[in-house]
């Protein structure tokens, strides 16, 4: 059996003990820094990494940039910080170095990074879906400026109807349910292989969708909000 022991330390007591007794037994042992772990998120087939081997990205450390750089394809790829909203803290590296330097800079200022693919053939377009509990009840699609690769109406992006596939659904869907959010705003990518999320909102604006659709998204929330309110299901909190 392989046998893997997360510790920050090979040499502390408890790990070493481990090991041993894992190696008495004839297994194969492994001690992993969980600290140097990193996944790679796809719809089908998401992977754990350890020092470029597969486990099972995000990183924690820099040491592994390169391998991290791979996993996404090389460059062209995006950097983008996670705490970044509207656009703002998105990067697009056109070389593997340019990308290695952009890790390094974000990780040195203690920032939290996601790399991805770049999606060369969405053409700098995007699709918002506004998740309400188990359907999607809004669409968008948005395009970027001229020249520009990051869709963002903020950016200057324009938004525009848009017929989803049912394959676009049920990953809209389904991305909002595994973040366990009833109502979110998921944004993906039409690549070649199919759909790819790119992002998943907790808290989507309603401006740019509800005018691009011409939907009341909102009141088909509060309606969600009132079927799930029934008697027995909420408390209210006495006084005393």
Do not use: W
């Amino acid at each position: 059996m392989k046998i893997a022991v997360l510790s920050r330390n090979p040499s502390l007591y408890s790990t070493r003990r481990l090991v041993e007794a894992a190696s008495e037994r004839d297994h194969e042992v492994m001690v992993i820094d969980p600290l140097r772990c990193y996944m790679t998120i796809a719809s089908q087939r998401p992977t754990m990494h350890y020092r470029g081997e597969e486990l099972t990205g995000f990183a924690r450390t820099t040491k592994d940039i390169g391998d991290l750089i791979q996993m996404v394809g090389g460059a062209p790829l995006v950097v983008k910080l996670l705490e970044g909203t509207q656009g703002i803290g998105v990067v697009l590296a056109d070389t593997e170095k340019t990308g290695e330097t952009l890790i390094e800079a974000f990780r040195g200022l203690k920032a939290h990074i996601l790399v991805q693919e770049f999606i060369k053939e969405a053409k700098g377009a995007d699709i918002r879906c506004f998740v309400v509990g188990d359907k999607v009840i809004a669409a968008m699609k948005r395009q970027g400026a001229e020249g520009e690769f990051r869709s963002n109406i903020h950016r200057g992006g324009k938004a525009s109807v848009v017929r989803l596939t049912p394959e676009e659904r049920s990953t809209a869907v389904r991305s909002a349910r595994i973040m366990g959010l009833n109502v979110a705003g998921v944004d993906i990518l039409r690549s070649n292989h199919g759909p790819v999320v790119m992002e998943v909102n907790s808290s989507p604006g309603l401006e740019g969708i509800e005018q691009a659709t011409g939907k009341d998204v909102a009141g088909q929330i509060v309606q969600f909000i009132e079927k799930q309110a029934v008697p027995g299901k909420t408390k209210t909190r006495g006084k005393g």
